[in-house]
């Protein structure tokens, strides 16, 4: 297939992802996709890469790799609150297999945003020596309710969602949506996992100008064992899930785990039972 | 610089792009940007990607490649009479000489931001061993006005601004912002000139299912002589002119040339004095 083709092919198949009241009002085709936001609601805008080779292996099925490509950015619009209404979809390839990668990448991708609610309505294709592909996805919420990294409180409760360290480089990730959405107006702070607990904690820490104790992490059962285990959930990156701020005596939401209390002290600052956890989860410029 | 350096950095960069009003609640640093979008408005999105080796050579001033990689964007705005209001950049380049690259990068990136209105609001960073940039650029227009590919009836007149065939693959594009949104309730259909007329063309036509009659093309002056120059203009890329079609009888905008009229016919067709123009420009698929 040429490009013209490809593009046809895609239009067809983004069309079954639309919702009814989407609020597109063209999709793939045109120089722009055409966007018509309800009223009371403000947007939220997020992006992603993965390469061959730095993200995902090269041998890794295209249906894995298309449906994790956009729950990443998923998982970013969970953190916010947000209710995800489309994404564009950027992509880079070698010629060899092109068309049955191609294929079986948007199947795994399609299948999330039907899921998800989340359309297709533009990109870009160009051939390359290696696979590389860019998502950005957009989501709603409620206008002045998103879920930020700056609100937390000294006094706040510290919760995370599901297990940690389970070093999913390779599975389906299932981004945090609907836990997300229901803690619009409840929860201060919050942000998801992608580069570990270390990292992210120190992340929203610093943004919201606090210190958090850590009493408790819970760890994934896995394939490492021991302390090593135990770095896996502290910085291992790739859990995906949301970590976020109540404020105090609020009720714990199913599927959560109290780890932790956001204390006053310096901005970033984080201990694990009393000893400083620095943050080292994934950093792609880090010296290591 | 680790990447908190290099993302705080871009913070301090970004906040200078932002124009009083332009709906940007929360810019670079969270899971994801918010924006609150204006009432009585659309919103236009378009993404596009550079690869070292396939769209710019390893050698070109890293300002230029930035200046570059928001102005293809800002050029599909333009095609659809849109204001730009805020963009994501998404990079990836190898360690060596990269703190240097990358403020050179979003010095020619951001000047054009400034210049335009468009705020930078996010992104994402990582490590390859070459570069490739994506740029997502959101715009907005009246409600309903957006210009289309798809809005040519026969009988109109078809007009295209500048001259062609420059073969711009290193300069600094100017997107033709002020023309695309002087157009908005004039012009019929518009589509800019990214791939070469020949093929552009092909797909206003075909979208619109109407066929065209070229009779003259203004081609720039330029290195090449003959047959080739035409052949340039007809065939080249990287024009980033606007093409767009009037009704009859409308005035010519200024700085534009009309180059014939839409025909019935099979959808797509084209004729250059009277003799068939297929579409051969840059399609990155098409066996060669």
Redesign the interface.
Known sequence: ????A?VEKLKTLARATRASGSGI??GI?????????R?G?????????M?EG??FEAGQDPAITGHRALARNLS??A??G?EPR?C?V?L?LP?RG?DQWIQAFYRGLLRLARRTGTEL????????DKI?C?V?V??A?A??K?L???GARPGDALYVSGRLGRLRWNGRIQPRLSLGQSLIGRATA???LSDGLSLDLYRLCK?SGVAAAVDRVPVASGATIGQARLDDALHGGEDYELLFTLPPGAPKPRGTTRIGTIVRGIPGAVTLEGRPLPPRGY?????R
């Open positions: 297939m040429d490009e013209l490809i009002v063209l085709g045109d120089d722009c996709a055409i966007f018509r936001p009223p609601e403000d947007l939220l805008f997020t992006t992603d890469q390469i730095v993200h970013d619009i953190a916010m947000g489309f564009l950027t880079a010629a092109r309505v533009g990109g870009d294709l160009a051939r390359d590389r860019d950005m957009c989501g919420v206008r002045g998103a930020r990294r700056d919050c942000i998801d943004a950093d792609h410029f880090r010296k």
